[in-house]
Each structure stands twice: as C-alpha cells, then as structure tokens.
C-alpha cells in the first residue's frame, strides 16, 4: 500500500512542481489521493489484489506440500578400496557378463556381509557394478 501512496504522490509533485502551484495546493491534493486510497476497501478499486478462485489457491497449496518434502539426498564419495574389491570380487559374473544388478541381488549382497562393508545402500552398490562394466 505505501507504494502505491509513493507512486501517486510523485505523480502527483513532478506535474505540479513545475508548473510552479502554491504548496497549499499540493498537499491538499496529496491529502485528497491518501485519503482516496485509503478508503478505497471495496473490490473495483483495489486494482493490486486480483479475485482468485478457489481452484487457484488449492494448486497454490498442493505446489507448496510439494516444497515442503524434500527428497533424500546421497553424497559422493570415494569408495574404500578392500569395500570396492569386495562388491566386485562378489559380483565378478555380472561386470564379465556384462549385466546390470538388480535390487533385490544389491540387498542380499548387503544381509550377507553387512559386518564387512560400511555402504549399504543398495543403489550405490549397483552404481558401482554399472559403472565398472
């Protein structure tokens, strides 16, 4: 609301400054677009708030839950070397093959030796067959 007052009100002092009118009159025109801007509550003259419809305001609210849950983030990282050689010695068919791993093959290799490897996420494991191809 106060730049709409600023933006009239130097409308209002660049036309009339130069044309050299008593200051009286200035502020009683500054007065008059205050006062007007002021009392304007009703809908046809608010022209900075548009009528939103209630399907609007629902799709507002669904973009921002989607906001709200991030997604998990992995990081990158170096892989240690005797976890490496493990993971590839075990699944030694698949890179000679050249066969991409399954999820459920990844999650097995990680109930098997779970004592041995600190990466357990199976997408990792897969990534690093893949990539090993």
Request: charged content about 30%; some cysteine.
């Amino acid at each position: 609301m106060g730049a709409i007052i600023f933006v009239i009100v130097s409308n209002a002092f660049s036309d009339k400054n130069k044309q050299n009118h008593s200051s009286e009159k200035n502020e009683s025109d500054i007065n008059t677009l205050i006062n007007w801007n002021a009392n304007s509550n009703s809908k046809e003259n608010n022209y900075l708030e548009p009528e939103s419809s209630d399907s609007e305001e629902a799709n507002f609210s669904k973009k921002s839950k989607k906001e709200q849950s991030p997604k998990k983030q992995t990081r990158r990282g170096k892989w240690p070397d005797n976890e490496e050689k493990l993971v590839l010695n075990y699944f030694k068919k698949h890179v000679q093959q050249k066969i991409a791993l399954k999820k459920h093959e990844c999650e097995e290799y990680v109930k098997q030796n779970r004592e041995k490897i600190t990466i357990t996420d199976w997408v990792k494991i897969k990534t690093l067959v893949y990539n090993s191809l």
